[in-house]
């Protein structure tokens, strides 16, 4: 089955530093990879997502790069601010059969932005 | 739009007793949906997937007579915990997905159960 790492498992940075989170993956046909942010207690928020066709995509101060050959993708966030703090995951999703579609998350990064 | 509903939202119960969750989709239909459980700290791990009209496809060590599945309908499943104990104790999550060829997943918000 699919693993995903994902690292660091904790990133601290100052507000408006640039933040990093890179996530690996193993299975080769896994073609969607979603980030979510998700804040103490509440459910996983959809920030930004890639599909296998696209290397790069931006929203704003979130941007998430592809690299299939290598089988890794990567958020980058810009000038980040207090409310950015929260536990991000990455997921990869492949198709299980059954017209389902299922997510293998990494781990998470809690990111703490300090003021 | 994509809008996932989630009920209890948080649950205590006395060991051996029975907890039902419900999962809905308020504004689409979801052919598919996922259950979750979390522990405190860590990921999300995937329980089973809940596919409307058919049984649900539990993941492996997720014991099926224990946590029993129904998805009766495109906007509703739901998650029985039968004779909970404490080490059940969890917050469990769904998620949808939207008919069609999208595989994105909506995240309900969650219902924390403690059992005593």
């Known amino acids: 089955g699919e693993n995903v790492e994902q690292h660091p498992s904790t990133l601290s940075v100052q507000e408006g530093d640039s933040a990093v989170i890179k996530c690996t993956y193993s299975d080769s046909a896994s073609n969607y990879f979603p980030w979510y942010k998700q804040e103490l207690g509440k459910r996983p928020q959809l920030i930004i997502d890639?599909?296998?066709?696209?290397g790069e995509k931006k929203d704003q101060r979130i941007a998430v790069t592809l690299n299939k050959t290598a089988k890794h993708f990567s958020l980058h966030i810009t000038e980040t601010q207090p409310e950015d703090s929260a536990v991000y995951f990455c997921?990869?999703?492949?198709?299980?059969?059954?017209?389902?579609?299922?997510?293998?998350f990494g781990k998470g990064t809690k990111l703490s932005v300090i003021p | 739009g994509a809008v996932v509903s989630q009920h209890p939202s948080w649950v205590i119960c006395k060991s051996g007793t029975s907890v039902k969750i419900e999962c809905r989709s308020l504004d689409f239909q979801a052919t598919t949906m996922f259950w979750y459980r979390q522990f405190p700290k860590q990921s999300l791990m995937l329980m089973a997937t809940s596919n409307e009209g058919s049984k649900a496809t539990y993941e492996q060590g997720v014991e099926k007579d224990k946590f029993l599945i129904n998805h009766a309908s495109l906007t509703l499943s739901t998650l029985t915990v039968t004779s909970a104990h404490p080490e059940d104790s969890s917050f469990y999550i769904c998620s949808a997905r939207v008919a069609g060829i999208d595989n994105t997943q909506y995240f309900g918000p969650g219902t924390r159960l403690t059992v005593l």
């Open positions: 997921a990869a999703s492949r198709y299980s059969g059954a017209g389902s579609y299922q997510l293998t």
């Open positions: 890639i599909r296998s066709n696209v």
